[in-house]
């Protein structure tokens, strides 16, 4: 059911996959590529709220509750979308145990994830919010098709942090030097998850 009534499209880098205060008609998954959901007021000032790599899914609270999108997505890179329609949503959970089971996890996670990014940008210092944002796509929950290998820019990767590009880079080399990630054009490794996902301060480099 799941493949069978949904489409699949591919959206270039800027595009705007789905609009804010409109009916959440689907279910989104990304197969490939990278987004953002962001909001914006009325001056058209904007705020990221979170980033979605490759193997995540998002939009399900909105469909649950059939209310309006509180949020913009946009594609940060060339990405490949999964379309679900909200009538095939609510027939899995009417009829999956398991679905019923994926959802309530994502949901669960999901909420995790907003929470650490709040309190991320309350009270880590920019080298540190850098590093936990991009934990943050590593995911396996919530992105189990991101691998050790990043493939973003410094410009994409500050709109997902929520600071300038100049920062951004002035972290990343700090990051490089503390032999946590190995930096090249428009790619990141990541050569010690688990040290990012920690950290709450700058250490110093040996």
């Known amino acids: 059911m799941l493949i069978s009534t949904s489409h699949a499209t591919i ?6 996959v789905a609009r804010a205060k409109c009916t959440s008609e689907f279910w989104i998954g990304l197969t490939s590529g990278l987004l953002k959901l962001s909001v914006h007021d009325e001056s058209g000032k904007g705020v ?10 998002f939009g399900e609270g909105s469909v649950l509750k059939n209310e309006l999108r509180q949020y913009d997505v946009y594609s940060l890179q060339k990405s490949r979308v999964l379309m679900v329609p909200s009538s095939t949503f609510h027939s899995l959970l009417d009829e999956s145990i398991s679905f019923n089971s ?9 909420l995790a994830e907003f929470i650490c990014s709040v ?3 309350r009270m880590l210092t920019i080298t540190a919010r850098v590093a936990r944002s991009i934990a943050q796509l590593f995911n396996q929950d919530l992105y189990p098709s991101t691998k050790s ?16 590009r100049q920062r951004v880079n002035g972290a990343l080399q700090h990051l490089e030097r503390l032999g946590l990630v190995n930096l090249s054009y428009n790619q990141i490794d990541v050569l010690d998850l688990e040290q990012m ?3 709450d301060r700058v250490p110093t480099v040996p």
Do not use: D
């Not at 959206?11 to 705007?16: D, K, R, T, V, W």
């Not at 990221?48 to 899914?57: D, E, R």
């Not at 290998?149 to 300038?164: N, T, W």
């Open 11 to 16: 959206f270039e880098p800027g595009a705007l």
């Open 48 to 57: 990221t709220l979170c980033g979605i790599s490759a193997g995540g899914w």
């Open 102 to 110: 994926f959802i309530i996890h994502q949901l669960n996670n999901r």
């Open 119 to 121: 309190q991320n940008t």
């Open 149 to 164: 290998r990043i493939y973003i820019s410094q410009e994409e990767l500050a709109m997902l942090v929520g600071v300038s």
């Open 197 to 199: 996902r920690l950290m």
